[in-house]
């Protein structure tokens, strides 16, 4: 597995990393057996960035990764979340507040049964609280020995600004992915002037660009996707025309869609860093092949007219989700 730098103040982690949200909540039912296989997979295969946060579970899947990594911690870089205490129904309850900034790692620290976590993000911003306060929090943490590293998740390039003149962050985690291109128009290029690393998450379009789902009924009952705009009514089968599209081009290329969608992240940039997330062993070892495909210009331009940007039909989230998401 080949590695890349992550920021200015010397993380490095593999090409690739891996999400562990699924193993504990949103995409059906856990099979816990089968997601310690594959974490323990993801090392055998020289993955060392695992990603997880407070509220997946909430709680188990922190606990979950600390039992996996105990013997193993040399191994792996550990990043985690905080900053929503969970959901009343409607809305994410989003705590950026300096003492909960010190609480809620604190009990990370302790489930993950860990003296340091590599990599800190808040995982949403907290419109209550100026950015600066929640920021310089972490640096506490950094300062204490805590955490090695903070960033942030789904924050816009002001927000990224203001926060990095507090404290040098390593990374931003939004979603992006050929299907969601937003950080292109003011993100990424606030990223590369300050020299912070990019953290993809749903890289793959949230499954869809795996070519696996062809029917809303492929969604298990319980399964988050299900209230998500982009796979309900015309727009499920709108999005559908555009995986065939990417899937022709990945045919020609002995590949998966889902694997030249991880190609194309790739090739986006040598500080991008994606983490498909998965609880299956097959689907991990079919994502860590995409780091052996090579794009050409001309593939690349392909896969830009097949796919364009603004192409995908419907909002990521739903209307009380996206109001969470700092633009």
């Not at 506490?140 to 002001?158: F, H, N, P």
């Not at 003011?186 to 020299?195: D, H, I, K, Q």
């Not at 209230?227 to 990417?246: A, C, E, I, M, S």
């Amino acid at each position: 597995m080949k590695t890349r730098k992550l920021g200015n103040q010397g993380l490095i982690v593999s090409a690739l990393g891996l999400g562990c949200m699924g193993m504990s909540q949103a995409y059906g039912a856990a099979d816990e057996t089968e997601s310690i296989a594959t974490i323990h997979r993801a090392l055998e295969l020289e993955i060392t960035l695992l990603d997880t946060a407070d509220v997946y579970g909430p709680h188990k899947n922190e606990e979950l990764i600390g039992r996996v990594i105990q013997d193993r911690r040399d191994e792996v870089i550990l990043a985690t979340k905080f900053g929503i205490q969970g959901f009343d129904g409607k809305q994410m309850l989003i705590n950026g507040s300096p003492e909960y900034v010190h609480q809620a790692c604190d009990a990370s620290l302790q489930r993950l049964g860990i003296d340091t976590i590599d990599l800190y993000y808040l995982h949403r911003v907290d419109p209550k609280v100026p950015i600066e306060e929640t920021v310089g929090a972490m640096a506490q943490l950094v300062q204490q020995g805590k955490v090695r590293y903070i960033g942030l998740s789904e924050a816009s390039s002001e927000t990224i600004r203001r926060a990095h003149a507090v404290h040098p962050l390593t990374a931003l985690q939004s979603e992006y992915s050929l299907w969601n291109r937003d950080p292109e128009d003011n993100v990424l290029p606030t990223l590369r002037e300050l020299g912070i690393g990019f953290v993809p998450y749903s890289p793959m379009g949230r499954g869809f660009l795996s070519g696996q789902i062809t029917s809303p009924d492929d969604f298990a009952a319980d399964d988050f996707r299900r209230t998500l705009p982009q796979f309900q009514g015309d727009n499920f089968y709108k999005n559908l025309q555009v995986v065939d599209r990417v899937k022709e081009i990945a045919t020609e290329k002995g590949a998966t869609p889902g694997q030249l969608a991880l190609a194309w992240l790739l090739a986006q940039g040598d500080d991008i860093v994606p983490i498909p997330g998965t609880k299956r062993r097959t689907y991990l070892e079919e994502n860590v092949g995409a780091t052996d495909i090579q794009l050409t210009p001309k593939d690349l331009q392909r896969i830009e007219a097949v796919a364009p940007k603004g192409t995908v039909a419907g909002d990521r989230y739903s209307a009380a989700l996206m109001s969470t998401v700092n633009r």
